[in-house]
């Protein structure tokens, strides 16, 4: 499964970015889990949002209410949008996708280790 990102950049905080990650149409199904981690410097990879099988949302406490988690089943895209950005949120962002073996994606919070297909990262700089 190959997933590509776009969409980092740099910004100043208060700022928004979109980051985007473009995957095979089978994806967007209700058998695998798709998401956002993000390692910052000298910090270990966290989840940042997690979108599910019956389009559930999971998001860690540190950007609930600031970042949005989205699929678009018509261009095979997951999106984050990230508002009200802050220093903190300096990381590198990956795109993540977790296929289940039985049933649909109904568990949001497994941790990073337990996805089998990564994106290359985009960095997001966040300036203050």
């Known amino acids: 499964v190959q997933l590509v990102e776009a969409g980092g950049g740099s910004v100043q905080a208060g700022g928004s970015l979109r980051l985007s990650c473009a995957a095979p149409?089978?994806?967007?199904?209700?058998?695998?889990?798709m998401g956002w981690f993000r390692q910052g410097p000298g910090k270990e990879r966290e989840r940042v949002a997690i979108?599910?099988?019956?389009?559930?949302?999971n998001y860690a406490d540190s950007v609930k209410g600031r970042f949005t988690i989205s699929q678009d089943k018509a261009t095979n895209i997951l999106s984050l949008q990230m508002d009200s950005l802050k220093p903190e949120d300096n990381a590198i962002y990956s795109c993540a996708a977790r296929r289940v073996l039985v049933g649909r994606c109904t568990v949001l919070t497994r941790p990073a280790d337990d996805y089998n297909y990564w994106g290359q990262g985009t960095q997001v700089t966040v300036s203050s």
């Open positions: 149409g089978y994806v967007f199904t209700n058998k695998y889990c």
């Open positions: 979108f599910g099988g019956d389009e559930s949302t």
